[in-house]
């Protein structure tokens, strides 16, 4: 299970949950004001726990419904009855906020503060679970993705390029047709009227393609998902090999049409066809 999958509207529906949670403890109803008269012997006014019916149907529903919504987020493609949990919990949140809207006008006293604290939280429940997936600021992650950390060689000072490999986040990129760690001399610059030879080798394929960009001009790169998203074969089978989850870094070794091809952590390779909003290293 992976936290960082999860967005704002599910932290909504967590805590809400456990305001919801909280609130079966507390009294369904309100006690009498005895205060200069008799009363009856009462210890407490009854909660949640007093009345199965109740907890059931609207408190543990509601924690149910928390519980489906956030699974289905961190575990992705998790299915009962060819249905997705997360369209389960959506249902259970709007049922457990129907119970407690009609539970509260059929109460013959007054609403203790556990019922009414009840039904605002199976209201924020509700209103989250359904909200999540199309309100923009909602969808947004709960936990951004971590910066990585670059390794600095033994001895070295802050600010140099680490070891890591090509394309590591944060080492510093070699240009076009050189190689890693090569550097140019000092003071050397190209003679007038002639080009650099890497600039000639990039142009050279362009001219002969009409202009379009040379293979050799993408460069492997790190990323990281916004979201878990899918890795599939690269021979162009439907079923993904691979899910690739928010918080990792992965290495992109080739462009393919509007994918990448990406490696994983264990030497895995695969087309990641959404692109949208990665983060590059």
């Known amino acids: 299970m992976n936290i960082r999958s999860l967005t704002r509207g599910d932290g909504v529906v967590i805590g809400a949950a456990v305001v919801l949670f909280i609130a079966s403890f507390l009294s369904l109803v309100s006690l009498p004001d005895c205060s200069g008269q008799f009363c009856p012997?009462?210890?407490?006014?009854?909660?949640?726990?007093?009345?199965?019916?109740?907890?059931?149907?609207?408190?543990?529903?509601?924690?149910?419904?928390?519980?489906?919504?956030?699974?289905?987020?961190?575990?992705?493609?998790?299915?009962?009855?060819?249905?997705?949990l997360g369209q389960f919990g959506v249902a259970f949140a709007v049922f457990a906020l129907w119970t407690a809207f009609w539970?509260?006008?059929?109460?013959?006293?007054?609403?203790?503060?556990?019922?009414?604290l009840g039904l605002l939280a199976t209201l924020v429940l509700a209103a989250g679970a359904v909200a999540a997936p199309l309100v923009p600021a909602l969808k947004a992650p709960l936990m951004p993705a971590p910066k990585p950390q670059v390794a600095q060689p033994y001895g070295g000072q802050p600010?140099?390029?680490?070891?890591?490999?090509y394309g590591y986040p944060g080492a510093q990129q070699p240009?076009?047709?050189?190689?890693?760690?090569?550097?140019?001399?000092?003071?050397?610059?190209?003679?007038?009227?002639?080009?650099?030879?890497?600039?000639?080798?990039?142009?050279?394929?362009?001219?002969?393609?009409?202009?379009?960009?040379?293979?050799?001009?993408?460069?492997?790169?790190?990323?990281?998902?916004?979201v878990?998203?899918?890795?599939?074969?690269?021979?162009?089978?439907?079923?993904?090999?691979?899910?690739?989850?928010?918080?990792?870094?992965?290495?992109a070794v080739e462009q393919r049409g509007p994918g990448l091809v990406a490696q994983t952590q264990d030497g895995r390779r695969g087309v990641l066809q959404d692109t949208t909003g990665i983060q590059r290293g």
Do not use: C, H
């Open 103 to 116: 539970t509260i006008i059929d109460m013959t006293g007054d609403a203790g503060a556990g019922m009414i």
């Open 175 to 226: 240009p076009y047709g050189g190689q890693p760690g090569q550097q140019q001399p000092y003071g050397a610059q190209p003679q007038q009227g002639q080009q650099p030879q890497a600039q000639q080798q990039a142009q050279a394929p362009a001219a002969q393609q009409g202009g379009a960009p040379a293979a050799g001009d993408f460069a492997p790169f790190w990323f990281a998902v916004p």
């Open 228 to 251: 878990a998203r899918p890795l599939y074969a690269e021979d162009g089978s439907p079923t993904p090999i691979a899910e690739l989850a928010p918080g990792t870094w992965y290495l």
């Open 41 to 84: 012997r009462e210890s407490s006014a009854p909660n949640a726990w007093d009345s199965l019916g109740t907890l059931m149907s609207v408190y543990l529903a509601g924690v149910i419904a928390a519980a489906l919504i956030v699974v289905s987020r961190a575990m992705p493609g998790r299915k009962v009855a060819n249905i997705d």
């Open 159 to 165: 600010g140099q390029p680490g070891p890591g490999g």
